[in-house]
């Protein structure tokens, strides 16, 4: 007994402690560099300064959801274009299976591959199945998180990002 109230008052400390802390919006978003289904590598510190990103999460590609995702977010590309961001899908599946995913659905925009699970778990995204949970995440051009929106509907994915870049004020590009 007295060792399960020592372990109970030892977790109660370290999550006190501000060590198990969740990401929150006004945090700065944990840097990446990842492969894409396009050939190219991108890292999100690149982006600081010059533009708002945008890193939608999904748990497996060529899946039924996700595909409905993705071909939302392609068909609609033209129309989040207008906004001054750059926008991603990311799982944690390998870069083989995004890039099928991404010549079947016809992304117009990168598709990343995060095989090591170590940008899903900085995000907090991975899932208890390992994969990622259908979250995205809105980050300011200073690399700040905007909006972490973690009720993503695949069928109006596109519609809901442009929604959130108008209410979040991300500035249009010029015509």
Same mark, same amino acid.
């Given at each position: 007994m007295q060792l399960l109230k020592t372990c109970l008052l030892a977790a109660c400390l370290f999550a006190a402690s501000g060590a198990v802390r969740a990401l929150e919006v006004g945090d700065m978003a944990p840097? @990446? !560099? /990842? +492969? &894409?289904? =396009?050939? #190219?590598? *991108?890292? /999100? &510190? =690149? *982006?600081?300064? #010059? !533009? &708002? %990103? %945008? /890193? &939608?999460? @999904? +748990?497996k590609a060529s899946t039924y959801g996700c595909t409905i995702e993705c071909k939302s977010l392609a068909e609609n590309g033209h129309k989040i274009r207008q906004f001054n961001v750059t926008y991603f899908m990311a799982s944690v599946d390998p870069l083989k299976a995004n890039t099928s995913f991404a010549e079947e659905t016809n992304a117009d925009f990168p598709i990343l591959s995060d095989e090591d699970k170590s940008v899903a778990k900085a995000y907090e995204v991975l899932g208890m199945s390992g994969v990622a949970k259908r979250h995205t995440f809105y980050i300011g051009k200073d690399g700040r998180i905007l909006k972490i929106d973690t009720n993503v509907r695949p069928e109006t994915s596109a519609e809901d990002m442009l929604s959130n870049l108008e209410t979040l004020s991300v500035e249009r590009r010029a015509p």
């Open positions: 840097d @990446f !560099q /990842l +492969p &894409a289904a =396009d050939g #190219k590598t *991108y890292r /999100l &510190a =690149d *982006y600081r300064g #010059k !533009q &708002a %990103v %945008v /890193l &939608a999460w @999904f +748990p």
